[in-house]
């Protein structure tokens, strides 16, 4: 059974909070970057064309868990619903998806590559690396299949020439990794302009991701 939140005021107030702690935090700008959570009757997805400043509860759509929106709603969902319903389809263990156009994250996206294992913080994501997706349009079908295939074993994926995006098991874990990523992605850049970063080992990467799996918010974790 997929993970859901129930539909409720403190559910629209808290993705309402994410966005804005979005902008706040440098991690995306403007009317970048879009939010969705898995609810009882659908997706619970930030609309398209309102920045975050402006963003209400009442002010944020539903959309189905498959298929097309309702072309006659009064408010239209982000453009990007399509990788929200497939990365959540794919990943019923997930209940909130976060995009964002983050600098560090994104400039390396632009450069087409993916983030290896520089850190032991890459385990908060389910492997050796940070995979990245294909260029496609934003918006399109394409690019839904493409990142719902490369987080079927990840919690988190950069999109070639756009953003990156992260999964969690609650919201607070979906942001909580969008915050963590382009801390990586920081560190990483910061080491190849000053050196050669050195990559862990499988064997070190198996013993983080053994740690990692109460590491986090809304773990048992104290670290």
């Known amino acids: 059974m997929p993970l859901t939140l129930e539909d409720t005021h403190s559910t629209r107030q808290s993705l ?19 939010v969705s959570v898995r609810v009882e009757n659908g997706l619970l997805v930030t609309p398209s064309g309102i920045p975050s400043d402006q963003l209400r509860p009442d002010l944020l759509p539903v959309i189905p868990q498959h298929g097309e ?5 009064a408010i239209k969902p982000t453009s990007e ?5 497939s990365i959540l389809a794919a990943r019923p263990d997930m209940v909130a998806v976060v995009h964002a156009h983050p600098p560090y994250a994104t400039a390396i996206a632009i450069q087409r590559r ?3 294992a520089c850190h032991y913080m890459i385990a908060a994501f389910g492997g050796s690396d940070v995979p990245l997706v294909d260029y496609a349009l934003f918006g399109s079908s394409e690019l839904a299949d493409g990142a719902a295939l490369a987080m079927r074993e990840r919690t988190a994926c950069l999109l070639a020439n756009h953003g990156a995006i992260a999964a969690g098991e609650t919201l607070e874990r979906a942001f909580w990794r969008m915050e963590e990523l382009e801390a990586l992605a920081r560190m990483f850049v910061l080491a190849e302009g000053s050196g050669t970063p ?15 799996a109460t590491y986090g918010p809304n773990s048992n974790s104290t670290g």
Request: glycine share 10%; net charge negative.
């Open 16 to 34: 309402v909070e994410v966005c804005r702690l979005m902008s706040a935090s440098g991690l995306t700008q403007g009317t970048a970057g879009n």
């Open 69 to 73: 929106p309702d072309p006659s709603g």
């Open 81 to 85: 619903w399509r990788f929200h319903q």
């Open 114 to 116: 993916s983030i290896p």
């Open 198 to 212: 050195v990559i862990l080992s499988e064997e070190d990467i198996g013993d983080a991701l053994s740690a990692f």
